[in-house]
């Protein structure tokens, strides 16, 4: 499956930005989906998941309560909204379902 995220940029500290991934898979709405970020200099990491009917979501412990995965699956399309963003949130964002990866999106959190 082809995965393509946009979104990313560069913002302040306590400012929001919204990931989306758009999947080529015409059985996107049967997988989980989720968003994993690489730092520079450290491993890639699970950030946020989600079931494929949307119905259950779960979070790295350093976002919770900032940042909520959601999905349209008529658009076969999954979210990341993130608030209150922190300088540790800069990485690279990836979007990731059944074992195939996006090409990723930069966030860059700075004063």
């Known amino acids: 499956v082809q995965l393509v995220e946009s979104g990313g940029g560069t913002v302040q500290p306590g400012g929001s930005l919204r990931l989306s991934c758009v999947a080529s898979?015409?059985?996107?709405?049967?997988?989980?989906m989720s968003w994993f970020r690489q730092a520079p200099g450290k491993a890639r990491e699970s950030v946020a998941a989600i079931t494929s009917d949307g119905g259950r979501t779960n979070y790295l412990d350093s976002v919770k309560g900032r940042f909520t995965i959601s999905r349209d699956n008529s658009k076969k399309t999954v979210y990341l909204q993130m608030n209150n963003l922190k300088p540790d949130d800069t990485a690279v964002y990836y979007c990731?379902?059944?074992?195939?990866w996006g090409q990723g999106t930069q966030v860059t959190v700075s004063i």
């Open positions: 990731y379902s059944r074992g195939d």
């Open positions: 898979d015409f059985t996107f709405s049967s997988y989980p």
